[in-house]
């Protein structure tokens, strides 16, 4: 998927992309070609668990701006007394 291609380029720091699902379906990494997609994404970058200082959300934010990728907001993914604030995209 090209947009994969696109998105991992701008990983940097403790981020790295982790899944890409459109309407709720999981379209990347393992997606099938089958799956309608509307022009609305949703991109999840994650470090593996620890904290992630705000800069280095801007730094990817920044990335991704020099890169041409458009965006419409930011979600942060937070814990809560080591239990998830977020749910889990397909197949996580």
Known sequence: ??????????????????MITNR???????GIPETF?????RCRFMNGGGSIDLNEIVA???RAVGA???FI??????TFDG????TRGQGQ
Do not use: Q, Y
């Not at 907001?73 to 937070?78: A, D, I, R, Y």
């Not at 239990?83 to 977020?86: K, L, Q, S």
């Open 60 to 62: 990817l934010s920044s």
């Open 24 to 30: 709720g379906a999981k379209v990347w990494p393992g």
């Open 73 to 78: 907001k930011t979600e942060h993914l937070c």
């Open 37 to 41: 997609c509307a022009d609305h994404w």
């Open 1 to 18: 998927m090209r947009n994969a291609a696109r998105l991992k380029g701008i990983e940097g720091g403790p981020l790295e992309l982790k």
């Open 68 to 70: 041409g990728i458009d």
């Open 83 to 86: 239990e998830a604030g977020f």
